[in-house]
């Protein structure tokens, strides 16, 4: 007698080989340690994961020091099977309100290999408001005060933004726009919305990830929903996100942190 599998793992078609959002259990919503993401990501042939947790606004205060001191925490860490995955110390910071407040470590800037931001219920006004000109103002008082250089979930239906005003200043600070795999999948992303800021982002040359917001081990690492979104768009998602490419991804990372450390 054969038994089947206790859950329905998605389809995959391919996966994230550099995976620049993934929750680990130190966010209130995340189910795995540092080292299972590591053997997830090996598992699945990844290359690269940066692990992004939420903000201390999300309800849970997370000490960043750790996991940002390489002395502690190295940037390659080999898995049980011995594959070296790399492992980004990143964050998921909130924009809190219409003056861009966060709750981003300003002390830690250039600790981090990666800065998010994104809009959560943490901004709850703004949730309330579902104004598009007042979260444009948002992010704008952020962009100004805080650094960013991935804008997580732009698309998310709780927090409607300008994607033409949204491409000009992915273009004006260099920040990566994200298109989200789990989002997509949970039905939290206004589709339509994100196909015109996708399109606006590949003609005016803005930089765009794929991301999977990966929660668990059926998410991370997982892009089945992006890669269906692309396929209908036409478009090649090879030319579209940086992060299919490791030297670009390198190049990009590098450059941001220089950025930061003169922030
Ligand atoms: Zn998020
Ligand atoms: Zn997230």
Known sequence: MKFGRPFSQPKVTSVIRNDLHIHSAKSLCGLHSLMEIVEIAANKRMRSVNICDHGNAAGKKIDFSVITNKNRCPGKIISSKGTAISVLAGIEANILDIDGNSDFPTERITAFDLVSAGFHSSASAL??????????????????????????????????????????????????????????????????????MIQRAQDGGAILCENS???????????????????????????????????????????????????
């Open 127 to 196: 949730a309330t408001s579902q104004s598009v000109e007042k979260n444009m103002r948002a992010l704008k008082n952020y962009l100004k005060r805080y650094p960013l250089d991935i804008l997580t979930h732009p698309c998310i239906t709780t927090f409607p933004l300008d994607n033409s005003q949204l491409v000009k200043l992915a273009l004006k600070y260099g920040f990566a726009l994200e298109v989200n795999n789990t989002n997509l999948r949970l039905g939290k992303t206004d589709v339509e919305r994100l196909q015109d």
């Open 213 to 263: 917001d990966g929660h668990t081990f059926m998410e991370i690492g997982e892009n089945e929903q992006i890669v269906a979104l692309l396929k209908e768009m036409r478009l090649n998602g090879n030319d579209c996100f940086i992060n299919r490419d490791d030297k670009q991804l390198d190049d990009f990372l590098k450059r941001r942190k220089k950025i930061r450390s003169t922030f």
